[in-house]
């Protein structure tokens, strides 16, 4: 049963630490995405890279987020320093994307993120 | 601006009954659209899809139905059951966008 994993799936932090999230998706799609969850904003895209290359990171602040894909097995989501206005659960999620015909996304479980 | 939005916050069944969750968006140029459940505690789990060239589809105990004419989303459950208790979201994407745009949720209570 292939699904996509996520690692810390919690952690807390103190502000001005770094924070680094990891993330496996599913072998052999070529889509990932990395998506913030509140309460009070819901669900946020944060990145989304297709094939490796970073296509959208327009929801993420510059300053202190980075998402890269060293290879196609790891997404990484860096915040440098954290704040406690990061405190959010964090979600991975992949799909197979051929041409224009978009594939369902799978999530990952989350990265449950406290900035003290 | 574009939006996916859900009528009701917070919808109460009873187990055995049929559910109706709805959505409603607004980007006349969406043409996929998906329906999550997310748990307490758990990333959204995908349950059926739809491509704007169909208005049903059908899977287990759960059926989609899309109005384009009035860009308006449904999910049906049959025979609603304890464990469908979770929060719902829609999301669509348009043509030549690159990402899912969700809705905020409808949380889904099954009275036993």
């Known amino acids: 049963d292939a699904r996509v994993t996520q690692t810390p799936r919690h952690k807390v932090t103190e502000m001005g630490q770094e924070v680094t999230m990891r993330c496996q998706p599913i072998?052999?799609?070529?889509?990932v995405f990395w998506y913030r969850q509140t309460m009070m904003q819901g669900l946020e895209l944060l990145a989304y890279?297709?094939?490796?290359?970073?296509?959208?990171d327009s929801g993420m602040p510059k300053d202190r987020f980075s998402a890269e894909m060293p290879d196609a097995t790891l997404a990484t989501l860096k915040i440098q320093p954290s704040e406690p206005r990061d405190s959010a659960v964090y979600f991975c999620?992949?799909?197979?994307?051929?041409?224009?015909?978009?594939?369902?996304?799978?999530f990952g479980p989350g990265t449950r993120l406290t900035v003290l | 601006g574009e939006s996916v939005g859900l009528h009701l916050p917070t919808l109460s069944v009873q187990e055995g009954d049929n559910s109706i969750i709805n959505c409603a968006y607004s980007?006349?140029?969406?043409?996929?659209f998906i329906w999550y459940k997310q748990e307490s505690g758990k990333g959204p789990q995908f349950i059926i899809d739809?491509?704007?060239?169909?208005d049903k589809r059908q899977g287990q105990r759960v059926t989609v139905l899309l109005n384009k004419t009035v860009k308006h989303l449904s999910l049906q459950i049959a025979a609603t059951q304890p464990g469908d208790s979770a929060v719902y979201f829609c999301?669509?994407?348009?043509?030549?966008?690159?990402?899912?745009?969700f809705g905020s949720g409808t949380r889904l209570q099954v009275q036993p």
């Open positions: 999620a992949s799909g197979l994307v051929l041409g224009q015909t978009t594939d369902t996304q799978y």
């Open positions: 739809i491509r704007s060239n169909m």
């Open positions: 890279f297709r094939n490796r290359a970073p296509l959208d």
């Open positions: 072998l052999g799609h070529n889509t």
């Open positions: 999301a669509e994407k348009g043509t030549g966008r690159r990402a899912l745009t």
């Open positions: 980007n006349s140029a969406s043409d996929y």
